[in-house]
């Protein structure tokens, strides 16, 4: 079992910053990947960006790259979520995920554990 905590949503106005953390605990030690995934009012959940957990590897969305950068934080079980100019249709319930098998990472079905969410809100 792995618990993942997500924190650091809130509101900001469009073009501001917000970095989102993912604490992770229990059994990291089979994880593969760690996956951020958004979800809209009445849309699906979509993949964000993703990291390799015990080696480099980083993967974002196209409409993600550029704007969002992933990270681990070394020495700690912890995957951060930079995000930077924030635009209103970034407003979404943020979850981080994780994989503990190799393969696809970009569907949320593929995942085998998944944090509470932190909302995220951002104004015009």
């Known amino acids: 079992q792995v618990q993942l905590v997500e924190s650091g949503g809130g509101m900001v106005p469009a073009g501001g910053s917000l970095k989102l953390s993912c604490a992770a605990s229990?059994?990291?030690?089979?994880?593969?990947?760690i996956g951020w995934f958004r979800q809209a009012p009445g849309k699906e959940r979509e993949f964000v960006a993703g990291?390799?957990?015990?080696?480099?590897?980083?993967h974002y969305a196209d409409s993600m790259k550029g704007r969002f950068i992933i990270s681990k934080v070394n020495g700690q079980n912890r995957v951060d979520l930079q995000m930077n100019d924030l635009h209103p249709e970034d407003t979404a319930v943020y979850y981080c995920a994780s994989k503990q098998t190799l393969g696809r990472v970009i569907t949320s079905a593929d995942y085998h554990y998944w944090g509470q969410g932190t909302r995220v809100t951002v104004s015009a």
């Open positions: 229990g059994d990291t030690l089979n994880t593969y990947f």
């Open positions: 990291i390799l957990w015990s080696a480099p590897g980083t």
